[in-house]
C-alpha cells in the first residue's frame, strides 16, 4: 500500500482504538473486506502470498491464534524462517487492518497465514479474555508484539474441550481437560485449563459432573487456597466456570481479598451491557457477599449492589447465590422484593420461590403461579399432590383452579 502524504505517520507502537480510518496512516488494508466476509467470498489477495501464507499453514508455523471480539480483532504468532513474528488484523469501518512485526510496508504472508486460519478454522482461536494476560492491558498492537503477553500459555490450536461442543465429537471417557494431570499438578495448571474450556461445555451436565469430582481431592483444594488471588483473577476471565466448590471451603481467603474483588468491579463498564460484563460483576458482588461479614460491610455492599444494579435488575441472579450459598431464606425474601408488577413477567420468579420455599408458603406460591401464567398440567399436579379435602377447599376460595378455567393462550 503506498503511503498517502496528506495522512498522517502513526507510530506503530500505538494500535489506536479509534475506528477513524485517517489515524491508520501506513499500515496495510483490505479495502472493504471484513471477518463477515471471510465465509462468503476468498481473501482478496494475489496467488504468491497465498502459496507462501499456506506453507506456514502447512508446516505447522502458525498458532497460537487469539480472537479479541470487543475489539474485532484476531491475533497469530507465525514461526517465520528468519524470526518468530505476530501478525494481527482488525475490523474497521473501511476494512481490515493488518499489522505484523516483520514491518513490511505491504500485506504480508505472516499476516495472510492468520487471514487463512480464521477463514478455514475459526474455533482455533481462543478468545483473549480467558487467556493468562495483565489485567489492564495497553492498546492491541504493543500488547500482542511486546513482550507483555506470555503466548507459551496458550496452545497452537484450540482443540478437544477448547472448541465449542456442537464441534467436535462427543466427549470420551478420561478426556477431560484435567485428566491428564497427576494429582499432583500445579495449581496453574488447573487454572488455565479452566480459562480454556469454551463456555458452552459448562452447561453439559457429564462434563460438570466429572468437574465436580476432582474438587473432592483435598490436595487440589489446599494448593488451590494457598494461591487464592489467581482464582479471583480465573473467576473474572471466565465468570461462567462454576467454583462454587472452592468459595464454599474459603471464606476466609474470600474476606482477605476483598479489596481485590472490589478493583475488579471498578474495572467494568456499565456501557459494556454484554452477558459476559454483567456476569464479570454478579460474580465479584456474589463473592463480596461471602467476604462482607459485618453489619457496616453488609452496608457497603448495598450500596455496590445499588450502583451495579444494571448487571442484575431483577436480583434473580444475587438470588440463586445466595440459595447455593445456604442463604435460602434470604434468597426468598430478595425474589418477593422484586417480583414484578407485570403478572406476565413472574413465572421465573415463581418457579424458584415454588422450589426453594416448604409448606403454607411454597402452595402460595404454586397457586398464585397457576392464576397468574394458567396452565392445565399445573393444575393438575397441584390438586393431586393434596387431599380430596385440601384440594376441594382450594377449589372453593380460589375458583380459577377449577379445570374449566382458561389456560393462558401460550401453552
Keep these: 500500500m503506498t503511503s498517502n502524504p496528506l495522512l498522517p505517520r502513526t507510530n506503530p507502537g500505538a494500535f489506536p482504538e479509534s475506528r477513524s480510518l485517517r489515524i491508520y496512516g501506513d499500515w496495510p488494508i483490505l479495502a472493504e473486506f471484513h471477518w463477515a466476509d471471510m465465509v462468503r467470498q476468498d481473501l482478496p489477495v494475489s496467488i504468491r502470498l497465498l502459496t507462501h501464507a499456506r506453507d506456514y499453514l502447512y508446516q505447522d508455523r502458525v498458532g497460537p491464534l487469539l480472537v479479541d471480539t470487543a475489539r474485532n480483532a484476531a491475533a497469530a504468532r507465525i514461526k517465520g524462517y528468519q524470526d518468530t513474528y505476530v501478525a494481527t488484523a482488525r475490523d474497521t469501518d473501511a476494512g481490515l487492518i493488518i499489522t505484523c512485526s516483520c514491518m513490511a510496508p505491504r500485506l504480508c504472508a505472516h499476516a495472510v497465514a492468520l487471514l487463512l486460519v480464521r477463514q478455514e478454522d475459526p474455533d482455533a482461536f481462543f478468545d483473549v479474555t ?197 442463604q435460602t431464606r434470604d434468597a426468598v425474601r430478595l425474589l418477593e422484593r422484586y417480583l414484578p408488577a407485570e403478572r406476565s413477567l413472574r413465572s421465573p420468579y415463581r418457579s424458584l420461590l415454588i422450589a426453594w420455599t416448604e409448606g403454607s408458603e411454597r402452595l402460595a406460591h404454586q397457586v398464585a403461579d397457576i392464576l397468574e401464567n394458567p396452565s392445565r398440567a399445573k393444575r393438575q399436579a397441584l390438586l393431586q399432590s393434596l387431599s380430596p379435602l385440601a384440594a376441594d377447599e382450594l377449589l372453593r376460595q380460589f375458583p380459577g383452579l377449577k379445570s374449566d378455567a382458561p389456560d393462558s393462550p401460550s401453552e
Design 130 to 326: 480467558r487467556v493468562r494476560v495483565p489485567v489492564r492491558t495497553p492498546a492491541w498492537w504493543p500488547w500482542m508484539a511486546g513482550d507483555a503477553f506470555n503466548w507459551k500459555t496458550v496452545p497452537d490450536r484450540a482443540t478437544g474441550y477448547m472448541r465449542p461442543r456442537s464441534a467436535r465429537p462427543p466427549a470420551q471417557v478420561g478426556d477431560e481437560p484435567w485428566a491428564a494431570q497427576a494429582p499432583a499438578q500445579q495449581h496453574e495448571d488447573l487454572l488455565n485449563q479452566l480459562a480454556l474450556v469454551h463456555p458452552s461445555w459448562w452447561a453439559c451436565a457429564e462434563f460438570l459432573s466429572h468437574y465436580h469430582a476432582i474438587w473432592q481431592q483435598s490436595g487440589l483444594v489446599t494448593r488451590a487456597l494457598k494461591h487464592f488471588p489467581a482464582w479471583i483473577d480465573l473467576a473474572w476471565r471466565g465468570p461462567e466456570i462454576p467454583l462454587s466448590p472452592l468459595w464454599e471451603k474459603a471464606p476466609a481467603q474470600i474476606r482477605q481479598s476483598t479489596h481485590t474483588i472490589q478493583q475488579r468491579l471498578w474495572q467494568s463498564d456499565p456501557a459494556d451491557d454484554s452477558p459476559l460484563t454483567r456476569l464479570r460483576v454478579l460474580t465479584m458482588l456474589n463473592l463480596l457477599e461471602i467476604g462482607f461479614d459485618q453489619a457496616a460491610q453488609h452496608a457497603k455492599l448495598q450500596d455496590l449492589r445499588e450502583g451495579f444494579a444494571w448487571a442484575d435488575p431483577g436480583g434473580i441472579e444475587r438470588a440463586k447465590f445466595l440459595q447455593r450459598t445456604g
